[in-house]
């Protein structure tokens, strides 16, 4: 069936810019996850959404990081005024209420470049 | 001090050899242990859960240690194809929606 898809997979953008990032999450996941992944660097929690619940956004990095999640479904992860140090690749994953380990499904990523 | 520590390698081991990673996590809270395994410029995908009591699966092994917060993963009959970054994860919950945190991987390369 189909995974977790990102959109763009590449992103180059000027120091400043906003970007908009997108996630389609597996369908009937509930929960989705936006991760980011920095050279040499592990990956770092952002945000997540579970259900109509409040989503957690303790991992947002600044408040230039927001996102949204409409109709319990797609994402869109959005970095205003970008830096260079947002340069990373930003995953998306979801995972099923259903699973009795929280396994968490990973997209391609998309690959963001501030230049 | 890191969330979830692991050493980076590279490990480089022939064919067929065993190798074993170590992971320690600082939050003694932490509920559920997982290892995810890389491939150079793709997704981290699952490869196993980590029990307390152990678990195997064909030729991985994953072991916990909760009193000493470590966690470990042994590879035998090392094959090509287990070539890729190997991570540590644990997260707070278990079974419902969680924050994973992640190690930054150990690189295992594996060799003719």
């Known amino acids: 069936g189909a995974g977790v898809s990102q959109s763009p997979s590449n992103k180059v953008t000027e120091k400043g810019k906003d970007v908009e990032l997108r996630c389609d999450p597996i369908?009937?996941?509930?929960?989705l996850y936006w991760y980011r992944q920095s050279l040499g660097q592990g990956l770092e929690f952002l945000i997540y959404?579970?259900?109509?619940?409040?989503?957690?956004k303790s991992g947002l990095p600044s408040d230039r990081f927001s996102a949204e999640r409409t109709g319990g479904s797609v994402s869109t992860l959005t970095i205003q005024r970008t830096q260079q140090e947002d340069s990373a690749v930003y995953l998306c994953?979801?995972?099923?209420?259903?699973?009795?380990?929280?396994?968490?499904?990973f997209g391609p990523g998309t690959r963001l470049t501030v230049l | 001090r890191k969330e979830v520590e692991q050493d980076p390698g590279p490990f480089n081991v022939p064919e067929g050899a065993t190798v074993a990673f170590n992971c320690t996590y600082s939050?003694?809270?932490?509920?559920?242990f997982f290892w995810y395994r890389q491939d150079c410029r793709k997704e981290p995908k699952l490869l196993m859960s980590?029990?307390?009591s152990g678990n195997e699966d064909g030729r991985f092994t994953a072991q916990l240690n909760r009193a000493s917060q470590y966690i470990s993963l042994l590879i035998r009959d090392s094959k090509l194809s287990d070539s890729a970054t190997y991570l540590c994860?644990?997260?707070?919950?278990?079974?419902?929606?969680?924050?994973?945190?992640f190690g930054t991987g150990t690189r295992l390369q594996v060799t003719l």
């Open positions: 369908s009937g996941h509930t929960a």
């Open positions: 959404f579970q259900g109509n619940s409040a989503p957690d």
């Open positions: 994953a979801s995972s099923s209420a259903f699973s009795s380990y929280n396994e968490q499904f």
């Open positions: 939050n003694s809270a932490s509920q559920s």
């Open positions: 994860v644990v997260t707070g919950n278990t079974g419902t929606a969680s924050k994973l945190t």
């Open positions: 980590v029990y307390s």
